[in-house]
């Protein structure tokens, strides 16, 4: 029993952190520019797929691969910003958000159209492949790993936004946009540095997908931004914080869900969604505004 | 004398609306009752959409309830469509009471996101309660019957005679959307949409017309379900998915969310442009993408908007932007 309940946070623990790769990029941009990113799921789809083939034409090296392709995303994030975000923050919220859908449909088109539609099997990372026991079961190491990045991303993205001059700027801007510019503040240039950082976060959750997924479809990430803006949701919108811990909660209940109430294990997750909202809108760990 | 020229086209619309009844092949008239039932769909919501000025994302609870609702019904109870109809617009209204009630207490993105949860708590529900739902099977069977009204009963079963039983729903949904927004409950919504703050100090209870207008576009969804699963004899979980909320929004965006023919013309483009997109390519959602972008970019009254704009005289422009303030 207890070795079952251990293997079983760990499954949570490796979901959760998976979460919170992809929620990151969202919740930082939501947080500075003021946007949900639907198309958040397609950076970190394409981040998976220009992984895989940079990957594959570098002769399988891995590292690679997540070093090239989130920058390629990143280039993709900043046409996007650039040249069509810009010219919505000022207009109603179903136009801000039915602009990223936008971009939801036509990459998830153009993955089919240059990837194919089918499913892609991905490659194993030598090192990191395979199993090691603990406590008498098998547990896959990548995920193992996917427990040690995660927390590894928060603590790298809370000293970039408290400890230095960028981050500050960042934080000036989202807290007062006006006062920000005011004294001297280039914030469309800055929220355009921002939307590509988190484009390229949501690339580098879509590349370290890659092996622990095992497949690549063109609609993986629809699946995986209902979940990012769960965890958003849980721990406030714009708090990276309470993403962090959301995605914990999250990974941890669907883990426990699926062993121990598989029918409603989607339904918990969504009535923890709702209820957040209902009792507290900012956020399990957010203050109060 | 412009009044004369509308009366002429809607004259003309009903026409060809009638005539695709009587001559068009299988083909055209299973499109039409498609583009019928978006627009039902759409119409009623659009009325939270671009009268209240609410996005809601999970509208498409409400349509899989009307759908599972009638099947539900016509398996286990009756197979009259009629009782049917009323028993899936009975439990879309219900339970667009029971999850507006709670909705509503929120605006803007948070409402937006709390009927995404509500509607995949529904969605969840149809996908594992196997025994009820059929899971991803969804209901199947569901049969036309014909509808029996105590003196006379009405055979459905055929396309066309259902053609014209959908268009019949079609126009009292219309005649229905356009009374609600001509009354003074429906200027009352706008009010809510342009500033829920004087229409509170008007001594109305902003909280009660938000959830009101959401009960009745959920009950239009309900309608919608129903009408679709009967054209289908089955209903589809994936009905229930945030993404099948996406379409209304979609259509009612392209054809125009300020205006009342919007999201009839939008459910139109919507349908036939796929249609004839999928015939040349497989990426049809491609094209989509390409004209929501145009859409949002440079045509924001969308297509309705942009011709009004075109024929009238004097300029006038659209306000750009529904729910603004």
Not at chain 1, 141 to 170: D, Q
Request: glycine share 12%.
């Amino acid at each position: 029993m207890l070795e079952s309940i251990v293997h079983v946070c760990l499954a949570g623990l490796s979901t959760g952190m998976f979460i919170w790769l992809v929620a990151s990029g969202l919740t930082l941009i939501f947080g500075v520019l003021g946007v949900l990113n639907f198309a958040h799921g397609s950076f970190y789809m394409l981040g998976a797929y220009f992984c895989y083939t940079l990957l594959s034409l570098m002769g399988d090296n891995f590292w690679l691969g997540l070093l090239l392709g989130p920058i390629c995303v990143c280039v993709v994030g900043f046409a996007v910003e650039r040249y069509f975000l810009r010219y919505v923050y000022h207009l109603a919220l179903p136009y801000q958000l039915l602009l990223t859908f936008a971009f939801v449909l036509l990459f998830d088109d153009l993955v089919k159209m240059i990837w194919g539609a089918g499913s892609i099997g991905s490659p194993t990372v030598p090192g990191l492949s395979g199993s090691i026991p603990i406590l008498g079961r098998h547990f896959p190491v990548y995920s193992l790993f996917i427990i040690g990045v995660g927390p590894l991303v928060a603590i790298g993205m809370w000293a970039l936004l408290e400890k230095t001059w960028w981050g500050r700027i960042i934080r000036a801007a989202s807290s007062d946009r006006e006062m920000a510019s005011a004294i001297g503040v280039r914030v469309p240039t800055l929220f355009t540095a921002v939307f590509m950082f988190g484009a390229w976060l949501g690339a580098m959750g879509g590349g370290l997908a890659v092996p622990y997924v095992g497949l690549l479809t063109p609609g993986m990430g629809e699946s995986i931004i209902i979940e990012a803006f769960v965890v958003a949701v849980i721990g406030g919108l714009g708090s990276l914080k309470g993403a962090f811990l959301g995605a914990l909660i999250i990974g941890l209940l669907s883990a426990f869900g699926t062993r121990f109430i598989p029918t409603f294990d989607m339904f918990l997750t969504f009535i923890l969604m709702a209820a957040v909202l209902l009792w507290r809108p900012q956020g399990l760990f957010g203050e109060a505004a | 004398m412009k009044r004369f020229w509308i009366y002429v086209s809607i004259a003309l619309i009903l026409a060809g609306l009638v005539a695709i009844g009587f001559f068009g092949g299988r083909f055209v008239v299973y499109l039409s009752m498609r583009v019928l039932i978006l627009s039902i769909f759409a119409l009623g919501y659009n009325l939270l959409l671009g009268r209240t000025g609410l996005l809601s994302f999970g509208h498409a609870a409400f349509y899989a309830g009307g759908a599972y609702g009638l099947g539900l019904f016509s398996i286990h109870v009756a197979t009259n469509p009629l009782l049917g109809i009323i028993a899936g617009v009975a439990l879309a209204c219900m339970m667009a009471l029971i999850i507006g009630f709670f909705c509503v207490r929120h605006t803007e993105i948070y409402f937006a996101m709390l009927t995404l949860a509500f509607g995949m708590m529904v969605f969840s529900l149809i996908w594992n309660l196997r025994d009820v739902t059929g899971g991803d099977d969804g209901l199947v069977g569901i049969v036309r019957a014909p509808i029996s009204l105590g003196i006379a009963t009405i055979p459905i079963s055929k396309a066309t005679h259902y053609y014209f039983f959908v268009l019949f729903c079609f126009l009292l949904t219309v005649a229905l959307v356009y009374r609600i927004r001509r009354s003074p409950f429906g200027l009352v919504l706008a009010g809510v949409r342009e500033n829920d703050r004087r229409v509170e100090f008007a001594g109305l209870s902003v909280r009660n017309y938000r959830l009101a207008a959401f009960v009745i576009s959920g009950s239009f969804a309900g309608l919608a379900g129903t009408l679709g699963a009967l054209l289908e004899s089955n209903t589809n979980p994936f009905s229930a998915h945030w993404s099948h909320s996406a379409e209304p929004i979609l259509v009612s965006l392209i054809g125009g969310i300020q205006t009342f023919a919007g999201p009839i013309v939008g459910s139109a483009l919507f349908i036939v442009l796929r249609e004839v997109i999928e015939r040349f390519t497989q990426n049809w959602m491609l094209w989509f993408g390409l004209i929501l972008l145009a859409i949002i970019m440079g045509l924001r009254g969308g297509v309705v908007g942009g011709l009004a704009q075109l024929f009238r005289s004097e300029k006038c422009p659209a306000p750009p932007s529904g729910g603004a303030r």
